[in-house]
Nanobody, 117 residues
Framework: QVQLVESGGGLVQAGGSLNLSCAVL????????MGWYRQAPGKQRELVAS???????TYRDSAKGRFTISRDNAKNSMLLQMNSLQPDDTAVYYC???????????WGQGTQVTVSS
């Protein structure tokens, strides 16, 4: 019933830009924390950035200065603006939401981002 759907992935050359969007579908009350994770083949899934409903933002070090995360609380949607992309950014990017009250996480199916050198 509750789904997170990513869009915007694709192929881009190093130094280019790409925007990822996440839409939340279904009957849910609140999503307290939304974030973007990524996972490359053979690598551990890692947090890219997160944002709370109040606007508190966290970035992993490699994303600082290049990526910008934002959310629309009314729509429960989220955007990741990625600039100066590098081959190391190549991964499947996942939208994630956390509802603290129910101690539950929701995950999208992922969207592929490929950065060529």
């Amino acid at each position: 019933q509750v789904q997170l759907v990513e869009s915007g992935g694709g192929l881009v050359q190093a130094g280019g830009s790409l925007n990822l969007s996440c839409a939340v579908l279904g009957n849910i009350l609140n999503i307290d924390i939304m974030g973007w994770y990524r996972q490359a083949p053979g690598k551990q899934r890692e947090l890219v950035a997160s944002v709370t409903r109040s606007g508190t933002i966290t970035y992993r070090d490699s994303a600082k200065g290049r990526f910008t995360i934002s959310r629309d609380n009314a729509k429960n949607s989220m955007l990741l603006q990625m600039n100066s992309l590098q081959p190391d950014d190549t991964a499947v990017y996942y939208c994630q939401g956390t509802i603290v009250r129910t101690l539950r996480d929701y995950w999208g199916q992922g969207t592929q981002v490929t950065v060529s050198s």
